[in-house]
Nanobody
Framework: QVRLVESGGGLVQPGGSLRLSCAASGIIFRFYAMSWYRQAPGKQRELVARINVVGGSTNYADSVKGRFTISGDYDANTVYLQMNSLKFEDTAVYYC???????????WGQGTQVTVSS
């Protein structure tokens, strides 16, 4: 059974930082691209950052480039999203996603709320 469990969300002031974690089980990590998505109220879910476990290449949404960093601890089957210089518009539910490179089977976590507020 595949499980993706996010943690680390919370309330933070503008300019602050948070680190999200996604612990994966039931998958062979190196066969998947791992991503963070977010969904704000009334908006569509959008890709925030993606990392290819093999090779380590990353890509980011323009809105978070230079502020967010995705990384992985592959021995622990865990992916992180370090979020710095947070803005009001970063407020959303953040979801972890795993997508198989070949067959594109995809799995989602339950989401973690990030609220940026003064």
């Amino acid at each position: 059974q595949v499980r993706l469990v996010e943690s680390g969300g919370g309330l933070v002031q503008p300019g602050g930082s948070l680190r999200l974690s996604c612990a994966a089980s039931g998958i062979i990590f190196r066969f998947y691209a791992m991503s963070w998505y977010r969904q704000a109220p009334g908006k569509q879910r959008e890709l925030v950052a993606r990392i290819n476990v093999v090779g380590g290449s990353t890509n980011y949404a323009d809105s978070v480039k230079g502020r967010f960093t995705i990384s992985g601890d592959y021995d622990a089957n865990t992916v992180y999203l370090q979020m710095n210089s947070l803005k009001f518009e970063d407020t959303a539910v953040y979801y972890c996603n795993a997508e198989h490179y070949r067959n594109h089977d995809a799995y989602w976590g339950q989401g973690t709320q990030v609220t940026v507020s003064s």
